[in-house]
């Protein structure tokens, strides 16, 4: 059983490590972070988030209802264009128990390559909303939040909400 690791923890914070081997444990942990994703409405789930320090996550096309495993991801490009998008994180949780938003500003579109969960190699290029889900969750493989983007006056707005998450 996978329990969700929230702001503060300092798994969240730390750089993970190449999986060089698909276990069996690994592909189990990616079922239940589906799950978990699924069950609060995520799009999204990457393994530090479940306290788990390797390169792997899961996500979900919003557009399209379509699930990635991706092991070892990699962005390989980013556009020059960027573009301001809502964002929220199942790990920054307010007062309600519910995710903050704040927007942030990333690429439109970027080049991503990973290994599916039968060991393939893989590669998409993804723009609008699959590519903003792409880079938060491979930034959360280097310990990044995107909280981190944020100036600190609206950082501190989203803190003082995730202050009062019990
Ligand atoms: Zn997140």
Redesign the pocket.
């Known amino acids: 059983m996978l329990q969700m690791k929230l702001c503060g923890d300092l798994v969240l914070r730390e750089k993970c490590v190449p999986v060089d081997d698909i276990s069996a444990d690994i592909l189990s942990a990616m079922d239940e972070m589906v799950r978990m994703m699924t069950e609060q409405n995520g799009v ?1 789930l ?1 393994a530090p ?1 479940v306290g788990i320090t390797k390169r792997f996550l899961v996500m979900m096309n919003p557009d399209t209802g379509e699930v990635f495993k991706m092991i070892n991801p990699k962005i390989i490009s980013r556009s020059d264009e960027t573009v301001v998008m809502e964002e929220g ?3 920054v949780l307010g007062g309600d128990n519910l995710p903050v938003f704040a927007n942030v500003s990333r690429p439109e579109s970027v080049v991503v390559e990973w290994t599916n969960e039968r060991g393939e190699r893989m590669g998409a290029e993804m723009s609008g909303l699959p590519a903003r889900i792409v880079q ?2 491979t930034d ?1 493989l280097d310990g990044i ?2 909280i981190d983007y944020l100036s600190s006056v609206k950082r501190e707005m989203v803190m003082r909400k995730v202050r009062r998450h019990k």
């Open positions: 999204g990457a988030q994180c199942l790990s938060h969750e959360h939040l995107f």
